[in-house]
């Protein structure tokens, strides 16, 4: 079996430059073809090749003509990458004509890399080209070798075919290995084969790349990490694994790291829709977690923006569209859907999971539940593994049937494609919770114990978290921190986590919980419902309790029945930070012996103060609260 040496001795090694010359290569393509030539480009840097491509040697100051042009005359050869996209492009018809005059010239020779299904021009017929049409991940085998040999103007050494063979050989089985090892998940196959010593592994981030993305599609993230780690330690220029790794990021709910990783990449220039599509997917999480609908329209016009770049990413079109939704800007989103129906279609496409799933979203958004029900059934029958990517898409058809203001029925029936997922994985929200008797997301009670009743009746550990509310927290960041870090210390298949229902505030626990696979549970007195509180987007199951008080004392001494409900519910109490009415809830809880565990946190000074000016009261100096004097006095 051959190995990488196998691969580093038969590949052509770069001729000795000339004084002049800088560079081996110079590659020139269009910006939609990045992904492509990075892959080309790790490739040539393994194998020696001092190899010239623009983001990695322009930098921002350079005037990009004039130093394009200079680089190309210290260069000894070149590849011009041409795509189907590249036809409108007079660029790319100029670098032609300048290899053409650089080559005729002497002392230069360039070869073409045909992507896709891409038509040569009669100008470019003539010249040397290697066709690259299946090779959509990246260059790889007899094209890749055809390629090397070509820049020197050598014919392929039989060896050389031999390996390329070999190379198109294993990499084809390889494809198909993890395709049957994610579809009934097998973690030991996909581990093993990632492990792989044979060439077509090692010479390449490709195969190891769609063994992570396996293991990201059925929820294996710490796997798809480690796997993305060793190949960025190899391949350190490669874009793919720097997206995969931000997506197994993201899905893990370390999506703060992922907002980080690719909106350094998305400064340096890459604006791909992969790229693109999984950091406004960060945003979305983003949003989710601090309440900020200004993060949720970064999120969907970065969508957007994808979209309109690359106008054929569906995924990049459907998320505007759902996003857009969220928004409440209706028109924007059946502009955005009817675009990519365009492309999808409305009948299930064999074989392609996100295709179906889209096509099923798109029903969802024009209001045809029956027939996204459908298509959403035939994507997860056709991919019974892939649970991450069914949570994944149960997450945005809950967000939408929400919005849409779906009937029971309706509801019932999308939701019905996705029964499979166990309600400890599940982190979609409006999601039924693990109750026999779950039937709405909102039960209006009129006696507490009824609700404590029907929330006790579950095997599950009812954890809550109190803290402030309406008012926010000075810093929200370090309260999300904390947040995951309790809740590391719990495990989502033996707690649900409670909190109050509302969005703001302490309410950031829902969407921070739901990432990690808990079930959730909202309790709140119904002023929430006549007020017009804004309700967490990401709690399960509210138990609205009948009550003229927000919750705490009342007059006569005695709990009002939303505390009543909130402290008889709750087996553990977590309280970070937290007003009077907490104050009042986590001494009842104290008295009944529960635990009670506190973290220190101020609440958001400006609100505060703002209250109190309302009111006609003085201002605060004081922004602990109630809660943390009770355990610092």
């Known amino acids: 079996?051959?190995?990488?040496?196998?691969?580093?001795?038969?590949?052509?090694?770069p001729p000795e430059r000339l004084a002049n010359q800088q560079w081996h290569v110079f590659l020139s393509y269009r910006s939609v073809e990045r992904p492509w030539v990075l892959s080309l480009y790790d490739t040539l840097t393994q194998l020696g090749y001092e190899t010239f491509l623009d983001q990695f040697v322009l930098d921002t100051a350079s005037r990009l003509a004039r130093a394009l042009e200079e680089n190309l005359d210290r260069s000894q050869a070149g590849i011009l990458v041409w795509s189907p996209r590249n036809e409108d492009s007079e660029w790319c018809k100029r670098e032609y004509d300048a290899f053409v005059t650089k080559e005729n010239a002497g002392g230069f020779r360039f070869v073409i890399a045909r992507l896709g299904e891409a038509s040569l021009p009669a100008f470019a017929k003539s010249k040397l080209w290697v066709d690259f049409g299946n090779d959509r991940e990246g260059p790889r085998g007899t094209g890749l070798l055809r390629l090397l040999y070509g820049l020197q103007g050598r014919p392929l050494p039989d060896a050389a075919v031999r390996l390329a063979v070999d190379i198109d050989e294993e990499t084809r089985l390889a494809l198909?290995?993890?395709?049957?090892?994610?579809?009934?998940?097998?973690?030991?196959?996909?581990?093993?084969?990632?492990?792989?010593?044979?060439?077509?592994?090692?010479?390449?981030?490709?195969?190891?790349?769609?063994?992570?993305?396996?293991?990201?599609?059925?929820?294996?993230?710490?796997?798809?990490?480690?796997?993305?780690?060793?190949v960025i330690r190899e391949f350190p220029k490669s874009l793919r694994p720097q997206q995969l790794r931000g997506l197994a990021l993201a899905r893990s709910g370390q999506w703060r790291d992922a907002k980080n990783l690719l909106g350094e990449l998305y400064e340096l220039g890459e604006r791909?829709?992969?790229?693109?599509?999984?950091?406004?997917?960060?945003?979305?999480?983003?949003?989710?977690?601090?309440?900020?609908?200004?993060?949720?329209?970064?999120?969907?016009?970065?969508?957007?923006?994808?979209?309109?770049?690359?106008?054929?990413?569906?995924?990049?079109?459907?998320?505007?569209?759902?996003?857009?939704?969220?928004?409440?800007e209706q028109d924007?989103?059946?502009?955005?859907?009817?675009?990519?129906?365009?492309?999808?279609?409305?009948?299930?496409?064999?074989?392609?999971?996100?295709?179906?799933?889209t096509a099923a979203e798109v029903q969802l958004i024009q209001g045809k539940f029956a027939?996204?029900?459908?298509?959403?059934?035939?994507?997860?029958?056709?991919?019974p593994g892939r649970t991450d990517d069914h949570r994944s898409s149960f997450t945005q058809a809950n967000r939408l049937l929400e919005h849409l203001g779906a009937a029971s029925?309706?509801?019932?029936?999308?939701?019905?494609?996705?029964?499979?997922?166990?309600?400890?994985s599940v982190t979609s929200r409006g999601l039924e919770m693990a109750m026999?008797?779950?039937?709405?997301?909102?039960?209006?009670?009129?006696?507490?114990?009824?609700?404590?009743?029907?929330?006790?009746?579950?095997?599950?550990?009812?954890?809550?978290?109190?803290?402030?509310?309406?008012?926010?927290?000075?810093?929200?960041?370090?309260?999300?921190?904390?947040?995951?870090?309790?809740?590391?210390?719990?495990?989502?298949?033996?707690?649900?986590?409670?909190?109050?229902?509302t969005a703001d505030g302490i309410g950031a626990v829902y969407p921070i919980a739901?990432?990690?696979?808990?079930?959730?549970?909202?309790?709140?007195?119904?002023?929430?419902?006549?007020?017009?509180?804004?309700?967490?987007?990401t709690v399960n199951k509210i138990y609205m309790i009948e009550d003229k008080n927000w919750g705490g004392r009342r007059s006569d001494g005695t709990l009002s029945p939303t505390s009543v409900a909130m402290v008889e519910a709750s087996d553990e109490i977590i309280a970070i930070g937290g007003g009077d009415i907490a104050c009042d809830e986590i001494k009842a809880a104290i008295a009944a012996k529960k635990p009670v565990r506190f973290a220190a946190a101020e609440m958001n000074h400006a609100a505060a103060i703002e209250k109190a000016r309302r009111k006609g009261e003085t201002p605060p100096e004081d922004f602990e609260g109630p809660v943390y004097r009770l355990f610092n006095c």
């Not at 079996?1 to 090694?13: E, G, N």
């Not at 779950?438 to 009670?445: L, Q």
């Not at 550990?461 to 929200?476: C, H, L, N, Q, W």
Request: proline share 5%; hydrophobic share 45%.
């Open 1 to 13: 079996m051959p190995d990488l040496d196998t691969w580093m001795k038969i590949a052509p090694k």
């Open 176 to 230: 198909a290995r993890i395709r049957a090892a994610t579809a009934d998940p097998d973690k030991a196959r996909l581990i093993s084969l990632a492990e792989s010593p044979h060439v077509a592994w090692r010479s390449s981030p490709l195969l190891r790349c769609a063994c992570a993305e396996a293991f990201i599609s059925i929820g294996a993230h710490t796997q798809a990490l480690t796997i993305l780690d060793s």
């Open 272 to 328: 791909d829709p992969e790229t693109m599509g999984i950091y406004a997917r960060t945003w979305m999480d983003s949003s989710l977690a601090t309440g900020n609908l200004l993060h949720l329209r970064r999120s969907r016009d970065l969508y957007a923006e994808a979209f309109n770049a690359s106008p054929s990413s569906y995924y990049a079109g459907i998320n505007a569209a759902t996003k857009s939704i969220l928004l409440r």
């Open 332 to 357: 924007a989103a059946k502009d955005f859907a009817q675009r990519v129906q365009a492309i999808v279609g409305d009948q299930a496409m064999p074989g392609d999971y996100w295709r179906t799933a």
């Open 371 to 383: 027939e996204a029900a459908g298509l959403y059934l035939a994507a997860v029958a056709m991919s």
């Open 409 to 424: 029925e309706e509801t019932a029936v999308v939701r019905k494609a996705f029964a499979h997922l166990p309600p400890e």
């Open 436 to 501: 026999e008797h779950a039937s709405a997301r909102i039960v209006h009670v009129t006696d507490p114990n009824h609700a404590v009743d029907a929330i006790r009746s579950s095997r599950y550990r009812i954890v809550t978290f109190m803290g402030f509310s309406a008012g926010g927290y000075e810093d929200p960041e370090r309260v999300s921190d904390l947040l995951r870090d309790f809740l590391a210390g719990l495990h989502p298949r033996s707690v649900i986590v409670c909190s109050g229902a």
């Open 514 to 537: 739901n990432a990690l696979g808990f079930s959730t549970i909202g309790i709140v007195s119904s002023l929430a419902e006549s007020e017009h509180t804004r309700l967490s987007h």
